[in-house]
């Protein structure tokens, strides 16, 4: 299958990659998104294939050629610094964004594949403790359920909405042992069997919460006393699984160290993915697609990349290192006018 990965950063826009890694491809001049833009986040439009979004901090922008030319969507988003997008499995109709630091936190929605935006109620003050500005850094919508979405705010709690964003319920402040534990990193909703309760695993700053009741009731593992690190960064849901899980934590931020942990039975116990390559700082993104499952990609906050091609339990550091990364993702295929030659057995 060609390949085309794609990395985006703080400083370097978005590179991509169409032969596996071996040579990246900075976006041209004359675009909407600059070269040297700092671009926040990545989704794979499940609708079309080679199509992408992008989360910049100068708003939305969108691919149809599998990340070569980018063009800004003109809508409630303009101005607004992208840090999360995410879309429905069961609808993709329905899309959400979250925005942050240096504009406000605030939660948008798209009912319309992603043409036009709406700005909700859910709205963060202007500043925080800990990070100086929020930013929306977990989005999660239910796998069965377009309008039940769930957000973290790094720093100001975790939220839920079961209308798509027109009322809000807060819920980090009834977990044990919340004292310090408003900052959210990262969110993975497990769809349950239909006479089960979901799922729900909420990665903040120094600890993993877990809920098999959908959220009502939630155990806790520490970081530093489970796993040894102490900066619990990201979570990854392998694509259609309900049960295989990552986790990317470090010593710190930006740290020295970073690990990959794996879960093969829904988050209730974890295993160390074996790294072939000291990482230079901590875990800050994850990419996957479900195209290819088993594939998955790592980054660390010092630009260093890793590949695993087993999900999750082996990876390997590609020689390409980069600026901050902030997200990344893969499609299938190359755009039209570079069309590399089919993989030969």
Known sequence: MQKTLLVSTDGQAIMRSHDGGTNWYRINVGQDLEYDDCVRCLLVDPRQNGAIWAGSERGLFRSEDCGAHWHQVDCALNGFAVWKLAVSESNPDYMYAGTGSPTRAAFFRSTDGGKTWQQ???LMPERCAGVSRPRMLALAVNPRDPLDVWVGVEEGGLFRTLDGGDTWARLDEEWPHHAGNSDIHDIVILPAPADQQDIVLVLVVNALYRSTDGGQTWTRMHARET??????RV?????G???ELAIGI????????AAVLVSADAGATWAPGKLDYQPNSCLWAFGANPALPDLMMAGTKFGHLFISEDSGRNWVKQR???SEITGM???PGVPSDMELPHETH
């Open 120 to 122: 909700t109620d859910l």
């Open 227 to 232: 796993w040894g690190l102490r900066y619990a």
């Open 235 to 239: 979570l990854l849901r392998k694509p």
């Open 241 to 243: 699984s309900d049960r």
């Open 250 to 257: 470090g010593d710190g931020t930006p740290g020295n160290t």
């Open 320 to 322: 390409r290192e980069f």
């Open 329 to 331: 993702t893969w499609v």
